[in-house]
C-alpha cells in the first residue's frame, strides 16, 4: 500500500486519491503509488468506474519540481499517464484547488473531466523553462486545437473551472462535496454506457505552416531571450503533424532539451527563491502577526498615489493625508485616471474601479490618522522632513501601529529614533511606479520587532508584491548595487565605448534596457542635483564632473525633455544615439587627457555584472541581505534582471566564481578602485571550490 496514493470503493466507483500535501506534486512514490492504485482499480470487479482525485487543498499541481535535475526513477509521469488512458475501464478525473502542469496532463488521460467552480486548471511549465512533457503539448491540441492550446501552453496562466467548460476541457462543473458529486457522476456515467473518450485518439486539424510561425512573431518580442516558450510552439506543432506516439515522442525530445538547459534551471531556482524569501530565518513561523486593516498613506504624489493603489486593490481601505487640498485632490484624481486606465484596457470593471476609489479617504490632520493600523510616509526625500513626520506619526497613531518610511536612501535607524518606539519603525520601499513594480524591500531597523517584520512581509504578499527582508544601508540591497553598476558604465564609456554599445550588450544579456537608457527614464537631472548638491556642502569629497552633469546642465533630462543620453522621437521610446552626448563625451574626454580605446563587449559584460556579483558578496558578508537568493529576487523584480538568468549571483555561481573572482582581482590590479576589491566572502568560496548556493 503507498502511502501517498489510496485505493477505496464507495457505492460502486473506485476512488484514486493523491495525498502528498502540500500540493500533492506527483514525485517518485506518487507516481508508483498511482499504477499500484489503478491496477486495483482494475482488479476490482465491484467497482464500476474509477475517479482520480487529491486529497487536502488541491488535485496534483504538476510533477515534483524539487526531482528535476535528479536522476529521474521509473515510472515516467508521460508512461504513467498512457497507462491510465489504457486502462479498462472508465476514468474520470475530479479536479479541485489547482490541477497544473502534470496534474492537468492527468487530466488529460481521462475519459471526462469534472471540476470544482472553484478549481483552476493550467499547464505552467513555461514559467519554469520547461514545457508540459507528460503529454499535454500533445493531447491538448487534440481537444480544442493548436491555436486555443498554443494560448494555454505558451501563456502558462491557469484558467477558471467555467472557462474550461466553455473550451471544451472541463465536462461538468459542480459545487458542494467534490467526492459525492463525483461518485455520482461517475455512476451516471457508466448507468449511460458512456463511451470511453481516449485524447489521444482524436485527430487534430492540421494548421497551415504560418500559424506556428506568426505566433512565434507574436511572442518575439515579450519573450525574447527565452527559449522555452518557442519549444512550446514547435511541441504543438508536433502534434498537428504526427500521429500521437510520434508527437509524444517529440515533446520527449523537447522536454528532455529544456529540462538539461541553464535557463530552466535558472527558472526552477527563482521559483523557489521567490518562496524562500518570504521564510525570515530567525523570526518563528507562529510569531504573532498584527492586524492590518487601515492603512495611512502621508504624501499624494506618484509615489504615495502608487502604493495606495496596491492598498485598494486588495480591498484594504486607505487614508491619504496631505498639506494642501490642491496636493490631495491631484492625487486623487492620478490614482482614478490610473485605475480608469486599467479598465479602458480590459483589465478591471468599472464596478471594481468604483469600488477600489470607494475606499480611499483623505485628510489634512494628522489627528485623523488615530485609527489606522499601519502608516507608510512617502514624503521628500529629507532627513529633516521625515523626522518632522515620524515625530507626529508618534504623537497621534494608537499603540501597536506600524510605522513605515518609504525612503530609498535615509538611515531608517535615524528616522526610527525621532519615535519613542523604534520597535515599530520598518522601511517599506515601493519601487516606481509603485502600483506596477511587484518588488518591496522591507527594511529592518536595529530596533524593529519580530511581530513587525513578520505582519510587513505577510502584507506584502496580501497586496501582490514579491517582499524581501533587507537591513540598513545606502541605497539598501537593489540600488546599491545599481549605483555600482552605472559607474561601471559610465567608466566604459570615458575609455572609449558608445553608450550605446553599453545599452546593448545588457539588453542583449537580457535586461529590458541598458544602464544608459535606464538612466533616461529615470531622469539624469536626479543625480545630478544630489551631485550638485554635494558639491556645495562638501567639495573636498565631491564628485567629479562629467559629460553627465554637461547634459543635464543643457536640460537634456532624459524621456521627460525628449533626450538625455539618447535622443528621443515625440511619443517614442526609442533610444538614439544622440550628436549632442557624443560631443559632451568627446570633451570630456579630452579634458581628462584619455587615450580611448577600443572596448569589446565582453568586458562590458564581465565589468557590469561582475561589479555587481562582488557588492552582492560584501552586501551578504555586511548581512544587509540574509542569502544570495534574497539578491536575486531583488534584482529579478525591481530592475528586470532575466529570470532566466536566475539573478546576479545565481549567474556568477553559473559561470564558476573561481572564473568571476580572478576576473575581479585582475580588475582591481589593474585599476586600484575600491569597487574591484574583491570581497573576502567570494574570495574564499572561490577558493573552496564552492558556490553561493553552498552558504
Ligand atoms: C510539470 O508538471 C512537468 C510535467 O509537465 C512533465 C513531467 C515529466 N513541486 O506556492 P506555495 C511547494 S512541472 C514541488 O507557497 P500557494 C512550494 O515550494 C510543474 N514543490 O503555495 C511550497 O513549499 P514550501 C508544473 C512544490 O498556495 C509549497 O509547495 N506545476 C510544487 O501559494 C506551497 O507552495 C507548477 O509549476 C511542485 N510542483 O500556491 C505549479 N508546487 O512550503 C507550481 C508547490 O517548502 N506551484 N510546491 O515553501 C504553484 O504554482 C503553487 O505552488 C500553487 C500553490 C498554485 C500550486
Not at 259 to 269: E, G
Request: proline share 4%; glycine share 10%.
Amino acid at each position: 500500500m503507498s502511502d501517498v496514493v489510496s485505493y477505496q470503493r464507495e457505492d460502486e466507483i473506485g476512488l484514486i486519491v493523491v495525498d502528498n500535501p502540500p500540493v500533492n506534486a506527483l514525485g517518485h512514490a506518487v507516481r508508483q503509488g498511482l499504477l499500484d492504485a489503478l491496477d486495483q482499480g482494475l482488479a476490482d470487479d465491484g467497482a464500476r468506474a474509477l475517479v482520480v482525485m487529491g486529497a487536502g487543498r488541491t488535485f496534483p499541481a504538476g510533477a515534483d519540481i524539487r526531482e528535476f535535475g535528479q536522476t529521474p526513477k521509473e515510472p515516467a509521469l508521460p508512461d504513467v499517464i498512457n497507462r491510465l488512458e489504457d486502462s479498462g475501464k472508465l476514468l474520470i478525473a475530479a479536479v479541485h484547488g489547482t490541477a497544473l502542469g502534470g496534474g492537468m496532463e492527468i487530466t488529460l488521460g481521462c475519459d471526462y473531466r469534472l471540476a470544482l467552480d472553484s478549481a483552476r486548471m493550467g499547464l505552467p511549465e513555461v514559467n519554469l523553462g520547461l514545457l508540459p512533457g507528460a503529454g499535454g503539448t500533445q493531447r491538448l491540441p487534440r481537444l480544442i486545437g493548436a491555436q486555443a492550446a498554443l494560448d494555454a501552453i505558451v501563456g502558462g496562466k491557469p484558467m477558471k473551472a467555467g472557462q474550461l467548460e466553455k473550451m471544451g476541457v472541463v465536462d461538468k462543473v459542480v459545487s458542494g462535496d467534490l467526492k459525492a458529486e463525483a461518485i455520482a457522476y461517475a455512476r451516471q456515467l457508466a448507468d449511460d454506457n458512456a463511451p470511453r473518450r481516449k485524447v489521444s485518439e482524436l485527430t487534430v486539424d492540421k494548421e497551415s505552416n504560418t500559424v506556428f510561425s506568426d505566433y512565434e512573431q507574436s511572442i518575439a518580442r515579450k519573450k525574447r531571450g527565452f527559449l522555452a516558450p518557442f519549444h512550446c510552439i514547435k511541441a504543438v506543432q508536433a502534434a498537428t503533424e504526427l500521429d500521437f506516439a510520434a508527437g509524444q515522442k517529440r515533446e520527449r525530445e523537447l522536454f528532455t532539451e529544456l529540462l538539461n538547459s541553464p535557463q530552466s534551471a535558472a527558472q526552477r531556482h527563482v521559483f523557489f527563491a521567490e518562496r524562500e524569501v518570504g521564510k525570515v530565518p530567525g523570526i518563528a513561523k507562529d510569531t504573532p502577526r498584527r492586524e492590518i486593516a487601515q492603512v495611512g498613506i502621508i504624501g499624494a504624489g506618484t509615489m504615495g498615489g502608487g502604493i495606495a493603489m496596491n492598498f485598494l486593490s486588495a480591498g484594504i481601505p486607505v487614508k491619504m493625508l496631505e498639506m494642501k487640498q490642491e496636493a490631495l485632490d491631484k492625487g486623487v484624481a492620478l490614482i482614478r485616471k490610473n485605475y480608469e486606465a486599467t479598465a479602458k484596457k480590459g483589465r478591471m470593471t468599472s464596478e471594481q474601479v468604483e469600488r477600489c476609489m470607494s475606499l480611499l479617504t483623505t485628510t489634512l490632520s494628522y489627528d485623523d490618522l488615530s485609527d489606522v493600523d499601519l502608516v507608510i510616509e512617502a514624503v521628500f526625500e529629507n532627513m529633516k522632513v521625515k523626522k518632522e513626520v515620524f515625530g507626529e506619526l508618534d504623537r497621534v497613531t494608537k499603540p501597536g501601529a506600524i510605522l513605515a518610511t518609504n525612503t530609498s536612501t535615509l538611515d531608517v535607524n535615524e528616522i526610527a529614533q525621532s519615535t519613542r518606539r523604534p520597535e515599530d519603525v520598518i522601511g517599506m520601499h515601493f519601487f516606481s511606479p509603485a502600483n506596477v513594480m511587484k518588488l518591496l524591500e522591507n527594511v529592518r531597523g536595529e530596533a524593529t520587532s519580530d511581530e513587525v517584520i513578520a505582519t510587513v512581509m505577510d502584507l506584502s504578499k496580501r497586496i501582490g508584491k514579491v517582499g524581501v527582508l533587507v537591513g540598513v544601508c545606502y541605497g539598501f540591497v537593489g540600488n546599491r548595487i545599481l549605483h555600482k553598476r552605472q559607474a561601471q558604465a559610465i567608466s566604459l564609456v570615458n575609455e572609449g565605448a558608445a553608450p550605446a554599445q553599453v545599452d546593448k550588450v545588457l539588453y542583449d544579456f537580457g535586461l529590458p534596457m541598458g544602464p544608459f537608457a535606464m538612466a533616461d527614464l529615470a531622469g539624469l537631472d536626479v543625480g545630478w542635483r544630489i551631485r550638485e548638491g554635494l558639491r556645495e556642502s562638501d567639495p573636498a569629497n565631491a564628485p567629479e564632473r562629467n559629460w553627465l552633469d554637461a547634459l543635464a546642465e543643457q536640460e537634456r533630462w532624459g524621456q521627460k525633455t525628449g533626450g538625455g543620453v539618447f535622443d528621443y522621437a515625440e511619443g517614442d521610446r526609442t533610444p538614439r544615439p544622440s550628436e549632442v552626448t557624443a560631443a559632451e563625451i568627446e570633451k570630456y574626454r579630452a579634458e581628462q587627457g584619455i587615450d580611448t580605446r577600443e572596448v569589446s563587449d565582453t568586458e562590458i559584460l564581465e565589468r557590469c555584472l561582475y561589479v555587481m556579483v562582488n557588492e552582492g558578496a560584501k552586501i551578504l558578508e555586511e548581512g544587509v541581505a540574509m542569502r544570495p537568493l534574497d539578491i536575486d529576487i531583488v534584482w529579478i523584480y525591481g530592475y528586470g534582471f532575466p529570470v532566466y538568468q536566475g539573478g546576479p549571483m545565481f549567474w556568477a555561481d553559473s559561470i564558476g566564481l573561481d572564473k568571476v573572482h580572478a576576473k575581479i582581482q585582475q580588475f582591481h590590479d589593474e585599476t586600484g578602485h575600491d569597487d574591484w576589491k574583491p570581497a573576502p566572502l567570494l574570495e574564499r568560496l572561490a577558493k573552496e571550490g564552492k558556490r553561493f548556493a553552498d552558504l
